[in-house]
T-cell receptor, first 117, second 109 residues
Framework: NAGVTQTPKFRILKIGQSMTLQCAQD?????MYWYRQDPGMGLKLIYY???????DKGEVPNGYNVSRSTTEDFPLRLELAAPSQTSVYFC????????????????FGPGTRLTVL | LAKTTQPISMDSYEGQEVNITCSHN???????ITWYQQFPSQGPRFIIQ???TKVTNEVASLFIPADRKSSTLSLPRVSLSDTAVYYC??????????FGAGTRLTVKP
């Protein structure tokens, strides 16, 4: 298994440009998450999904959009890039079921380092 | 959402046992306690998870008192490669959990 993969690894954007960060997992996990991490800080949840076709906002959703058309993929879209979106973006996935209530164990991708100039 | 408090940083020496305590006074009945480790330029990695009493795996031990208002991650005989940031999370689903600033552990030779 490749686990959680993210592309690209690095990207530089100009203010106002748009881009999509790709995330895929091959573990048949139902939950997927997008986080951002600013230097020296913890991770902040942007969006999450509990299954294909279902997404919801996290702590810091403004300026981002997501979709989940398949179990495997969870792309993150930036429509109008701003310098405040300069950060490292991590995608994660986990499997939760009724028998595993509470026991969320997330697997993280390697991250995408985004700079907006 | 349960709020967690943990020390910002800790120093240790190789071969010592390190204990990192996390406070979570408003933990809910369904909440589990989960610890992650993060190295620079990498995503967090799951270390250990527990609900009550003691949990041990090949990497660490997790001690949770009866009132569950705190927990202690114990790393036996640390090495330089254990230098990382350690996060304590409390919740029953990932979207209910929050990564704080974590504890930056520095292991010295």
């Amino acid at each position: 298994n490749a686990g959680v993969t993210q592309t690209p690894k690095f990207r530089i954007l100009k203010i106002g440009q748009s881009m999509t960060l790709q995330c895929a997992q091959d573990m048949n996990h139902n939950y997927m998450y997008w986080y951002r991490q600013d230097p020296g800080m913890g991770l902040k949840l942007i969006y999450y999904s509990v299954g294909a076709g279902i997404t919801d906002k996290g702590e810091v959703p403004n300026g981002y959009n997501v979709s989940r058309s398949t179990t495997e993929d969870f792309p993150l879209r930036l429509e109008l890039a701003a310098p405040s979106q300069t950060s490292v973006y991590f995608c994660a996935s986990s499997y939760l079921s009724d028998s595993r209530v509470g026991r969320d164990t997330q697997y993280f991708g390697p991250g995408t380092r985004l700079t907006v100039l | 959402l349960a709020k967690t408090t943990q020390p910002i940083s800790m120093d240790s020496y190789e071969g010592q046992e390190v204990n990192i305590t996390c406070s979570h006074n408003n933990i809910a009945t369904n909440d589990y306690i989960t610890w992650y480790q993060q190295f620079p330029s990498q995503g967090p990695r799951f270390i250990i998870q527990g609900y009550k009493t003691k949990v041990t795996n090949e990497v660490a031990s997790l001690f949770i008192p009866a009132d569950r208002k705190s927990s202690t991650l114990s790393l036996p005989r640390v090495s330089l490669s254990d230098t990382a940031v350690y996060y304590c999370l409390v919740g029953d689903k990932g979207n209910d959990m929050r990564f704080g600033a974590g504890t930056r552990l520095t292991v010295k030779p």
